[in-house]
């Protein structure tokens, strides 16, 4: 099995507004069947040879508690494994394997994260334990929420 491969990322991080990245990754991986032997140049693509993937990812913090991101994905197509060829719309078997490919693949989400921060139950837990004589009192209502 011979592989060739290739990354490469871009990054910006950031906690206040804008952060994202982007990445390529090339590969290619050839193999031959048992029978053949070293060096010989009957290779063919194996049943898991993505050639190009390109992820993509960008976030922006509109609000300290919102944020909107969007991701992409794009991925080349497998090959068919078999011993298939396609011509005007039919498939034909051929002596070549698996140079046959699945159409790519590209998905994109869209998210929008909004928190929230629970301040009155903090408080009411605060007041509560200090409004307690009785430190063990305190320790199991802290415990419980």
């Given at each position: 099995m011979a592989l060739t491969a290739r990354r490469v990322l871009v990054q910006r991080s950031?906690?206040?507004?804008?952060?994202?990245?982007?990445?390529?990754?090339?590969?290619?991986?050839?193999?031959?069947?048992?029978g053949e032997p070293p060096g010989s140049d009957n290779r063919f693509p194996s049943e898991f040879d993505q050639r190009h993937t390109v992820n993509a990812y960008l976030g922006y913090r509109l609000r300290p508690t919102v944020n909107v991101s969007v991701?992409?994905?794009y991925g080349s197509g497998f090959p068919i494994p078999g011993f298939l060829h396609l011509k005007g719309g039919l498939y034909y078997l051929t002596s070549v394997r698996n140079q046959l490919r699945m159409l790519p693949y590209s998905r994109t989400d869209l998210r929008v994260n909004k928190s929230w921060t629970r301040s009155v139950e903090a408080d009411s837990l605060r007041r509560g334990c200090q409004s307690d004589e009785s430190d063990e009192l305190c320790f199991r209502q802290f415990q419980r929420v």
């Open positions: 950031s906690a206040n507004r804008v952060t994202g990245w982007i990445s390529y990754a090339y590969g290619h991986t050839g193999m031959r069947d048992g991701h992409s994905s």
